[in-house]
């Protein structure tokens, strides 16, 4: 069975803190990695990776997918208490139509 | 562009009745999808449509019937409620082809009770 897992589920810092989240999975014909903030409502999209060691960045965010080990991390530095929210792992794999499986998220919440 | 939006915003059920829940896409998105999330997990597939006239079941389809007569337009509907489906709904959309991954957009959701 196509399995997303991401750690920890749920993480407390302080503003200014970096930030490390994980995200391992185990699927088979594996096409794409995502990730996704959700904070009160729907999920907004922040990274898609389908290289092995090509980060990808964005400000203060930044995210890279290890295809070998079967994990990918997203990082964020200097954080803010507007980071506060949960991040969405999904995965995508070859099978025709894009099906997302999607982690349980690890709930974010930075303190000021 | 309004995006993907989504009705109602909000509804409490009876154990047994029905509803529809509506979502609407107005970039020409070829591939629509409908999720569940429960409190404190992940989002779970329900079904998925990848053109109109074409729909196919996700994860947790039970309990769960939906149709696709127009790009725009994917209902969900809800037949004979039970407190198991008590849930956030989001519906989402892309424009995917079968061999590449795009973003998935989704709408602002629909909280359901079932009492």
């Known amino acids: 069975e196509d399995k997303v897992v991401q750690s920890p589920l749920s993480l407390v810092v302080h503003e200014g803190d970096t930030v490390t989240l994980n995200c391992s999975y185990e699927?088979?014909?594996?096409?794409?990695l995502l990730w996704y903030k959700q904070e009160k409502k729907a999920p907004t999209f922040l990274f898609m990776l389908?290289?092995?060691?090509i980060e990808k960045k964005s400000g203060r965010l930044s995210s890279i997918l290890d295809k070998k080990e079967l994990f990918s991390i997203l990082n964020i530095t200097a954080t803010q208490t507007g980071d506060s929210a949960i991040y969405l792992c999904?995965?995508?794999?070859?099978?025709?139509?894009?099906?997302?499986?999607f982690g349980q998220g690890t709930r974010l919440t930075i303190n000021p | 562009n309004a995006g993907v939006t989504q009705t109602p915003k909000f509804r409490i059920l009876k154990i047994g009745q029905s509803m529809t829940l509506q979502c609407t896409q107005d970039?020409?998105?070829?591939?629509m999808y409908w999720y569940r999330q429960d409190p404190g997990m992940g989002l779970k597939l329900i079904y998925y449509?990848?053109?109109?006239?074409?729909?196919d079941k996700g994860e947790v389809p039970n309990g769960y019937n939906v149709s696709r007569s127009t790009t725009e337009d994917f209902p969900l509907r809800l037949e004979l409620a039970a407190p198991s489906q008590t849930s956030v709904y989001f519906c989402?959309?892309?424009?995917?082809?079968?061999?590449?991954?795009?973003?998935?957009?989704f709408g602002p959701g629909t909280r359901l009770t079932v009492t």
């Open positions: 970039m020409n998105h070829n591939y």
């Open positions: 389908t290289s092995s060691g």
């Open positions: 449509s990848v053109g109109a006239g074409i729909t």
């Open positions: 989402a959309s892309t424009l995917s082809g079968a061999r590449s991954s795009y973003e998935q957009y």
């Open positions: 999904a995965v995508d794999f070859i099978q025709g139509a894009q099906k997302l499986v």
């Open positions: 699927v088979t014909n594996f096409r794409s």
